[in-house]
Antibody
Framework: EVQLVESGGGLVQPGRSLKLSCAAS????????MAWVRQAPKKGLEWVAT????????YYPDSVKGRFTISRDNAKSSLYLQMNSLKSEDTATYYC???????????WGQGVMVTVSS | DIQMTQSPSFLSASVGDRVTINCKAS??????LNWYQQKLGEAPKLLIY???SLQTGIPSRFSGSGSGTDFTLTISSLQPEDVATYFC????????FGAGTKLELK
């Protein structure tokens, strides 16, 4: 059974950093692109980052480019999201997702809450 | 950027009803449209991929249709366990989500 379990969320002040983790199990992690998706309170979902199987290629929307860094450790079947220079608008539930070979997200974690506030 | 307009935002229906939810893309996305179900406190679950393909393990009362810019998710006979929020995702050009439809029992 595919399982994705996020951790590392919490309350952080504006301008500070936070690193999220996602532990994957139930599939061969190194064979899949992975992604982060977020949902701000009372707002829709927003794609945040994608990483290739080896980690050599990463992709971001303009809203987080230059502030967020996605990475992975295939030996540990783990995905990470380093978030720097956090803003109040980054407050959201962050989901780890597996990207199917056809390009869409087929499995998601339950999410971890990040609150950016002074 | 591709925008996705999902409707309705809220839906109340009775057990056994036929339910339809719509997503409209701001430009042609071919059939690169998925539907997901999210129950409170749970991870989103993939229901339909590429507009009309049923994900393994999903009940056949769920179906998807459409291509180009207009897409529909249909639940043929609503069950109590279908109470959830449903959202669409276009993956033709990066990723854009619909705003979601909250489905409740009448």
């Amino acid at each position: 059974e595919v399982q994705l379990v996020e951790s590392g969320g919490g309350l952080v002040q504006p301008g500070r950093s936070l690193k999220l983790s996602c532990a994957a199990s139930g599939f061969t992690f190194s064979n899949y692109y992975m992604a982060w998706v977020r949902q701000a309170p009372k707002k829709g979902l927003e794609w945040v980052a994608t990483i290739s199987t080896s980690g050599s290629r990463t992709y971001y929307p303009d809203s987080v480019k230059g502030r967020f860094t996605i990475s992975r450790d295939n030996a540990k079947s783990s995905l990470y999201l380093q978030m720097n220079s956090l803003k109040s608008e980054d407050t959201a539930t962050y989901y780890c997702a597996r990207r199917a070979n056809s390009g869409y997200f087929d499995y998601w974690g339950q999410g971890v809450m990040v609150t950016v506030s002074s | 950027d591709i925008q996705m307009t999902q409707s309705p935002s809220f839906l109340s229906a009775s057990v056994g009803d036929r339910v339809t939810i719509n997503c409209k893309a701001s430009q042609n996305i071919n059939r690169y449209l998925n539907w997901y179900q999210q129950k409170l406190g749970e991870a989103p679950k993939l229901l339909i991929y590429n507009a009309n393909s049923l994900q393994t393990g999903i009940p056949s009362r769920f179906s998807g249709s459409g291509s180009g810019t207009d897409f529909t998710l249909t639940i043929s006979s609503l069950q109590p366990e279908d109470v959830a929020t449903y959202f669409c995702l276009q993956h033709n050009s990066w990723y854009t989500f619909g705003a979601g439809t909250k489905l409740e029992l009448k």
